[in-house]
């Protein structure tokens, strides 16, 4: 039965644009998949125990390394979007190394990597006669190009960015079948008797950082080839960080679909209060969904697919017995 629904839902969301719905709701479709896409790469490490608040710095890393190749070299973001998640995943390997060596772990942690996207961001400013500041930059424009990663047609980049969403969610799984999920939840639930075991902690902790922080830094890239426009203000630092974070969270980061649903809640919310309030309430939604966030950590702590997805399976369970 789950998995019709599944396919159902799939086949929807494939044949959604053959609508004629209006380019700005497949923009906002287009929105919900790149952010899921970010809200899924950061969820597998979080759903661990690894909270990272800083991967703004791996999605600036990302876009700003793809953007400034294609701008000054003319390279292909395809590539630049390898280099971009290297980068990140480098750096990844070597914050991960010093806080897994050092026992840097839980709220010490999230501190910490709050302070790296923050430290990113203003890198970014500072080098300003490469990055253009504060003030950002606009991506050279070559119209509908699968090489450049340009389209004019929304329609593109939607079945783009839902391909890239869909492989987030099949790597989840490969994380799932592999050894290293095991091990990662042995040392979530107890580091110490994980390790007397003889799993070697550190290794599996940096694998799953690097990857999502590899994974994050490719959906910077997305985000910035879609909208051609990189400012460090929204693709770094401490805002689009904890974005990022109560994405995952709200929708439920130990579920599969719990990052894709917070994302699509907060998206939506987000674009109903712009829409209908716009200037007049600035910052409404962020109180909203900051308010909602709150409530739910107390109240359903697995977000709200993961809640959900648990009673279903409570319910379902007497029945089978």
Partial sequence: MRHWVTAGVLLGVLLFPLLKVSPYVLHIATLIFIWAFIATAWSYMGRFGLVSLGHGAFIGIGAYTAGLMFNLEGLSPWIGMLLGGALAALLALLVGWACF????????????????????????????????????????????????????DKTHFYYLALAFLVGALFLWRWIDRSKMQKALRAIGEDEVAAATLGVTTIRYKLKITMISAFVAAVGGVLYAQYVTYLNPHTLAGVGPS??????????????????????????????YIRVNYGAKYIGLSQIAYGIALVSL?????????????????????????
Avoid: C
């Fill in 101 to 152: 060596r050092f026992g840097v772990m839980g709220d010490y942690f999230a501190l910490l990597t709050l302070a790296l996207g923050e430290i990113v961001s203003l890198l970014l400013v500072a080098f300003r006669d490469h990055t253009g500041g504060s003030l950002g930059f606009t991506l050279k424009r070559v119209g509908t190009s699968w090489l450049y990663m340009q389209f004019e």
């Fill in 297 to 321: 950590i107390i109240f359903l702590p697995k977000g709200i697919y993961g809640s959900l997805e648990e009673r279903f399976r409570r319910r379902k369970t007497p029945a089978k017995n």
């Fill in 242 to 271: 904890l974005d990022i974070a109560f994405k995952a969270i709200l929708g439920g980061m130990f579920s599969l679909w719990g990052p894709t649903v917070g994302t699509g809640i907060i998206v939506l919310l987000e674009e």
